[in-house]
């Protein structure tokens, strides 16, 4: 009796588990990102940006996702300067950085240079199983959306 009761409960853990996973995949990396709660700064910069429509879209993307911490890390006033309007083309000439025009799995991932949405290439390293984006480590893989892929980083990277 005990058995079937705790293979009741796993079973219906994965299947949850299951649920949230499908549920997640079926947003887009807007989506995603807001439902992940940490990178509340990412997302008011790609509004303000106007660059939401656009990672909402068909994609496929990779976005390197700084976290409000790695936000947080930028210079004192950065982020506010950033928002102002008359900064939208720095804006989104740093957040187009953060992304790549494909959707990139970890498992897939090489050291080399890849091409960002902005034009310019990002340099991303593997050693030891570990990656880097220019000097980004990335801390979390593989959370997928419907149009792509969000690979979390600890720092914002300029280009």
Do not use: C
Not at 94 to 101: D, E, G, Q
């Amino acid at each position: 009796m005990k058995h079937s009761k705790l293979f009741t409960l796993a079973s219906a853990l994965f299947l949850s588990l299951g649920t949230i996973t499908t549920q997640a995949a079926e947003k887009n990396i807007v989506a995603v990102a807001v439902d992940a709660g940490q990178f509340k700064t990412l997302v008011a910069a790609v509004k303000a940006a106007g660059l939401a429509e656009t990672l909402s879209g068909k994609g496929p993307f990779t976005v390197f996702a700084p976290t409000d911490e790695a936000f947080a890390k930028l210079p004192k006033g950065t982020v506010e300067n950033l928002l102002k309007p008359e900064n939208k083309e720095k804006l989104v000439a740093l957040l187009t950085y953060h992304v790549v025009p494909a959707k990139v799995m970890a498992a897939d991932v090489t050291t080399g240079k890849v091409k960002t949405v902005n034009g310019k290439e990002v340099s991303v390293k593997v050693t030891d199983g570990k990656v880097t984006v220019d000097k980004a480590k990335v801390v979390k893989t593989d959370i997928v959306a419907e149009n792509g892929v969000i690979h979390v980083i600890d720092s914002v990277i300029m280009p």
